[in-house]
């Protein structure tokens, strides 16, 4: 069992900015993919970003641009950063990490291992 654990949600206003936090004691996050997801009330649960193996992050198409993924200089936690949120950014927000060898293209929950409890964010235009 690893928990990962998400935090740095809250309420924010259109224009504005959140940055949340991932933090997890996994030995090796180099070895493996880390994701992103939300779930807005309803909805299916969405991938917003992955960042491979090798640093390279990769966004889901109406966020890329406006999100932005960083990892601190131990590579222990990861964040992702909303700029410029809009009210349909509002959902609970996941990070999650990948066991598989080959994860780069990992975009759908089930190629996820592990995952947080989430973070909700609230944009209110």
């Not at 924010?12 to 997890?24: D, I, P, R, Y």
């Not at 109406?62 to 960083?70: I, M």
Request: glycine share 12%; net charge neutral.
């Amino acid at each position: 069992q690893v928990n990962m654990i998400e935090s740095g949600g809250g309420s924010v206003q259109t224009g504005g900015s959140l940055k949340l936090s991932c933090t997890a004691p996994l030995d090796s996050w180099s070895a493996r993919c880390m994701g992103w997801f939300r779930q807005a009330p309803g909805k299916e649960r969405e991938w917003v970003a992955t960042v491979e193996k090798n640093g390279r992050p990769t966004y889901a198409g109406d966020v890329q641009g406006r999100f932005h993924v960083s990892q601190d200089d131990a590579g222990m936690t990861h964040y992702l950063r909303l700029n410029g949120p809009k009210p349909d950014d509002t959902a609970m927000y996941y990070c999650a990490a990948s066991d598989l060898s080959f994860c780069d293209a990992a975009s759908r929950p089930f190629e996820y291992k592990y995952w947080g409890q989430g973070t909700q964010v609230t944009v209110s235009s």
